[in-house]
């Protein structure tokens, strides 16, 4: 059974960084594409980043040059490195796959920026 495990979200300053982290379980992790979402309150659930097994990245516009991703085909990992961050960046990140044609979710990690 495919299970993602996200961490690392918590209070940041505006200008400030964070590094979320997911870990993933249950399948052949290299071989697939990795997924950031957030969702704000009352909002959609947006993407952020996606990364393929090979590193290949793509970058919703209102977080490029802010927001990195990254991945470790070792341990499983995937990573979302956040820079600058904002206020309106406040949400709970979720990191996601799709496997076999079914969309797997982590219980997702709550970042709050705010001074």
């Known amino acids: 059974q495919v299970r993602l495990a996200e961490s690392g979200g918590g209070l940041a300053q505006p200008g400030g960084s964070l590094r979320l982290s997911c870990v993933a379980s249950?399948?052949?992790?290299?071989?697939?594409?990795m997924n950031w979402y957030r969702q704000a309150p009352g909002k959609e659930r947006e993407l952020n980043a996606s990364i393929t097994g090979d590193g290949a990245t793509n970058y919703a516009a209102s977080m490029k040059g802010r927001f990195t991703i990254s991945r470790d085909n070792i341990w499983n990992r995937v990573y979302l490195k956040m820079d600058s961050l904002k206020p309106e960046d406040t949400a709970v990140y979720f990191c996601s796959v799709n496997y076999r044609g079914n969309v797997y979710w982590g219980k997702g990690t709550q970042v709050t920026v705010s001074s």
């Open positions: 249950g399948l052949n992790f290299k071989l697939h594409t």
